[in-house]
Every structure is written in structure tokens, then in C-alpha cells.
């Protein structure tokens, strides 16, 4: 069984900063791209960065130059780096991973963490 769990959410102010992990547990083959998502009251999810499992990245227009996503393999974590965060950025924020449980699982699956919030807030 394949577990994320997320970490690192909170209040803070505009302008502030924090950084959200997911860590991925369980059995896990291989891992192909690693992404952010969040969904604010009332709006539909939207991708927040992704990161390829070759290194790429790529984030929504929004949060470009302020959010950050990196990787390390060895410890089976990823990380968004929020900096100059705006109101706007208030939101629950998932993280989503492409995994491969086992050799005998020809297809990468989807698996979602359980969410945590960051409230930008003065």
C-alpha cells in the first residue's frame, strides 16, 4: 500500500514564506512525475508545479518565480518551497504522485495525500 503524506502547512502572513513535504511510503517500484495541487473554497483544483521524473519542472502562471518544487529521491520526498506569499495562495494543498507499486504493475498510478492547509493572512 502507497502512502503520501503531506507536512509543512500553516499561517503566515503575505510576504512570508513556507515549504510543504510529501513523503511517499510503502511499495513503491518507481516513481515517474511528482506534482502540487490546491483547491481553494469554492474553486475547482488546479496544478500548482510539477516536477518530471528526469528533474523537469513547470508551475502554473500564477506562482511562477515564488514556489519552488524539488525532489530527493533517497529519502522518497518532495517539497514545494513557497516564498512572497499573497491571499491569494490560501488555499488546501495536495501533493500527487505517478507511482509504480511493483515490477508486476505495468502502469503508474495515481496517488493523492490527504491535503494540508496554508493561510496567507494578516
Known amino acids: 500500500q502507497v502512502q503520501l503524506v503531506e507536512s509543512g502547512g500553516g499561517l503566515v502572513q503575505p510576504g512570508g514564506s513556507l515549504r510543504l513535504s510529501c513523503v511517499m511510503s510503502g511499495s513503491i517500484f518507481s516513481i515517474n512525475a511528482k506534482r502540487w495541487y490546491r483547491q481553494a473554497p469554492g474553486k475547482q483544483r488546479e496544478l500548482v508545479a510539477a516536477i518530471t521524473g528526469g528533474g523537469r519542472t513547470n508551475y502554473a502562471d500564477s506562482v511562477k518565480g515564488r514556489l519552488t518544487i524539488s525532489s530527493d529521491n533517497t529519502k522518497n520526498t518532495f517539497y514545494l518551497q513557497m516564498n512572497s506569499l499573497k491571499s491569494e495562495d490560501t488555499a488546501v494543498y495536495y501533493c500527487?504522485?505517478?507511482?509504480?507499486?511493483?515490477?508486476?504493475?505495468?502502469?503508474?498510478?495515481?496517488?493523492w495525500g490527504q491535503g494540508t492547509q496554508v493561510t496567507v493572512s494578516s
Open positions: 500527487n504522485a505517478e507511482i509504480r507499486p511493483t515490477l508486476a504493475t505495468l502502469r503508474s498510478i495515481d496517488y
